[in-house]
């Protein structure tokens, strides 16, 4: 059975009146999580350039006063910050926003929403606290059994259960929208959200377990010993759909507001919802790739979860295809020609969301080859825990997401805060310095990575790093990297300032959303629902996980505490 | 559900791909039978030195060319902290942790492994060529992590065995 579409505009006629009105209610609190992760973005930052430059060996932080001389605070700083924080308020704001506006409606309960706001800032302050007084300094995986201060379990906590009800409060408000729409189907843009959130709640379930019964019960002493392969592999649970959990507020974007963005349509929403619901199934019995090293791990488990990895690029793929096809039909339809020459007739240097989204595509596609690099069986053997994943992360992660987040901004701020945007040719040289500083550190990073140079390590005071020459260069390029990022990111935060305390702007302005390009949209209704593909995405993940986690779970020694730092 | 001719075309592509990689994995597995490493016995990091192997970690010969390297790895040295081993010969390091998570990495090789404590970490390796090799902690340990390393010395197989 096919449902009705929802009601929508058609393209070009403009922003439907009255959608300000919708958004005021969550305006605020939304806001509040978009400018916390801006503050977080320069802090996690800040540190990232001081250890860029640490990897050709230039030592800044004995300038800094107090405990920033630390070099692994500051590691574990800018982990926290950006890998979790950072990411974290960014995308509760933002779906937030992509639910009001694809349902049309309020959040659901406005008490909920600013209590999440309340945890969230609460763990981001345990954390912060902890990190900063120099008692966590175990990087953003906390491997026990280097056993940090309570409060930073205490505040990871925090802001896991923020997501959560983050989440919460969307499915709260889709129930309400269904009861006022019962033969409507989901609109994309709130589906694809909602989708997001599945995915996270299933995964972040391992990270749940590993901080509520083994490490935060651990660290107050009411258990003597921890279960350091149980907890690590718990980490990784949760660990690696961490990536998606940033990437597909990224691909909300990409797929549900950028071709309108450009003046085009959505190629293929049937595909687009099977993309967000393969991701809800394949996610999480995929993180044992980060383990194939580890001692103790049946070598069986480990081939499952390469094939699932292998089987995420299936999804990646078919983005591939349809937001590039979608993003092509605007550029025809802004006059573009020819088979590659269409390209050119993209807003490059005149829109910096544009711009930045589709630098961030770029950069994403060198990441998916890296990836399946990282999750190939003997590949790995080569770059395992060296600078090389480093880079591949930081494509994925400060080049994709970051630089689409950046992009949202460029109106989601606007937008929000009621200003004109200001510097907008600022904006455009941002995204682009951003996209050539990922693309230069993270090529020496690959570099230095191939040449075995391990990761998070204070290279100016390794003894050995003087014995391979082939560190230098790769050294030169990400520091050189790194400061760029620093002054692109310093540009961004200007922008964003000078846009939230500038000018008043004019005309209205609403949630870009792109409209279908093959009419009339048919959508079968397994492709509106997300239940039975939760449900499919526990099965796996159960079957892919729990064996492995019942065998350390039972047989594998206890050992006790230790604070090395 | 309409799938557009080309979508349709560049999903079998998509799947092709997938297909193709899942076979060059199963070859990796079954045809080059590379084995990741797996289960080598679990230990008591609190007592662990007080029983062999780990009671007296160095190098034992074994066999002809067959060597096994006993080492224990705590924040932040490894021991022992130089090992020489002839060109050639079929190595076994079997290694475990005292305290946190360390790793073990030798440049340039495929030797990369974690060592987790209550796990005993085996890895094999055949050094072909005489030289020496950095032997360096790949995982954060603690803030003397950049300090931990040691030294694989390879001989010419001649001087094997002194």
């Known amino acids: 059975m096919n449902l009705q579409p929802p009601p929508v505009a058609e393209p070009g006629t403009g922003p439907v009146p009255g959608l300000e009105e919708i958004y005021r209610a969550d305006s605020l609190h939304i806001r509040i999580m978009i400018y916390t992760s801006f503050v977080l973005l320069a802090i996690g930052g800040f540190f990232g350039t001081l250890q860029a430059l640490d990897k050709f060996q230039v030592d800044l932080y004995r300038f800094l006063p107090g405990n920033l001389q630390l070099y692994y605070t500051g590691l574990t700083a800018h982990g926290v910050v950006l890998a979790l924080l950072f990411t974290g308020t960014f995308i509760i704001g933002f779906l937030s926003l992509a639910l009001v506006h694809g349902l049309r409606r309020p959040l659901a309960d406005r008490g909920l929403a600013w209590a999440t706001v309340a945890v969230a800032l609460t763990g981001a302050l345990a954390l912060l606290i902890t990190i900063f007084r120099n008692q966590a300094t175990v990087l953003f995986t906390f491997y026990a059994p280097l056993q940090a201060h309570p409060g930073f379990y205490a505040g990871l906590v925090l802001v896991a259960l923020a997501t959560w009800m983050a989440a919460l409060n969307g499915w709260v408000t889709w129930r309400a929208w269904k009861r006022d729409h019962p033969n409507e189907r989901t609109p994309l843009m709130a589906f694809a959200a909602l989708a997001t959130w599945a995915m996270w709640f299933l995964a972040s379930l391992g990270l749940a377990v590993a901080l509520l019964v083994y490490l935060l019960p651990w660290s107050m002493g009411q258990q003597a010993q921890v279960n350091p392969l149980l907890t690590r592999a718990l980490f990784w649970f949760t660990g690696h759909p961490l990536v998606y959990f940033w990437l597909l507020p990224a691909y909300v974007s990409w797929y549900t507001m950028l071709p309108a963005q450009v003046g085009g349509r959505l190629f293929s929403e049937s595909l687009s919802r099977l993309v967000f619901l393969l991701f809800v199934v394949l996610a999480t019995p995929t993180g044992l790739h980060h383990m194939y090293t580890d001692p103790g791990v049946a070598h069986g488990y480990k081939v499952l979860h390469g094939v699932m990895t292998y089987a995420v690029i299936f999804p990646s793929l078919v983005t591939a295809f349809t937001v590039v096809a979608s993003v092509e039909e605007g550029a025809r339809r802004r006059g573009g020609r020819g088979y590659i020459m269409w390209l050119l007739a993209l807003p490059w240097l005149s829109n910096p969301s544009v711009a930045g989204q589709l630098l961030g595509m770029l950069i994403f596609a060198t990441g998916g080859i890296t990836g399946l690099i990282n999750s190939s069986l003997n590949m790995n053997l080569i770059v395992h825990n060296t600078l090389w994943v480093v880079g591949h992360l930081h494509t994925q992660v400060a080049g994709a997401v970051t630089l689409t987040f950046m992009a949202i901004s460029y109106w989601l701020v606007p937008l929000l805060s009621g200003r004109q945007l200001w510097g907008r040719r600022w904006a455009v040289l941002q995204v682009w310095s951003w996209f050539f500083g990922t693309a230069i550190m993270a090529r020496g990073m690959h570099w230095m990575g191939l040449a075995s140079t391990p990761r998070r390590t204070f290279l100016t005071h390794a003894p050995y790093a003087d014995l391979f020459g082939e560190w230098y260069w790769g050294g030169a390029l990400t520091a050189a990297g790194g400061v760029i990022l620093l002054l692109s990111g310093g540009l961004f935060l200007l922008v964003m300032a000078r846009t939230a305390l500038g000018a008043r702007r004019t005309e209205p302005m609403a949630v870009p959303e792109a409209q279908p390009l093959h009419h009339p949209v048919i959508i079968p209704r397994w492709l509106d629902r997300i239940s039975p593909w939760f449900a499919l995405g526990l099965a796996l993940a159960a079957a892919a996980w729990v064996p492995s986690l019942w065998r350390m779970a039972v047989h594998y020694p206890q050992v006790t505490g230790f604070q090395l730092w | ?162």
């Open chain 2, 1 to 162: 559900m309409d799938i557009d001719r080309y979508e349709r075309l560049w999903i079998v592509l998509s799947a092709a791909v997938l297909l193709a990689l899942m076979l060059v994995l199963a070859y990796s597995i079954w045809g080059l039978d590379i084995r990741l490493i797996g289960d080598a016995g679990q230990v008591d990091p609190a007592t662990v030195t007080q029983r062999p192997p780990f009671d007296q970690p160095g190098v034992y010969e074994e066999g002809p060319g067959k060597y096994r390297v006993v080492m224990v790895a705590r924040a932040w040295s490894f021991q022992p902290a130089e090992v020489r081993i002839p060109a050639g010969a079929d190595v076994t390091f079997q290694v475990t942790s005292l305290d946190v998570i360390h790793g073990f990495r030798v440049p340039y090789t495929t030797i990369n492994q974690m060592l987790v404590p209550g796990q005993v970490s085996e890895i094999q390796y055949r050094f072909t060529e005489p030289g020496e090799h950095v032997l360096l902690c790949h995982e954060y340990c603690g803030v003397g992590h950049h300090i931990m390393e040691g030294r694989i010395i390879v001989e010419p197989a001649a001087t094997a065995g002194r």
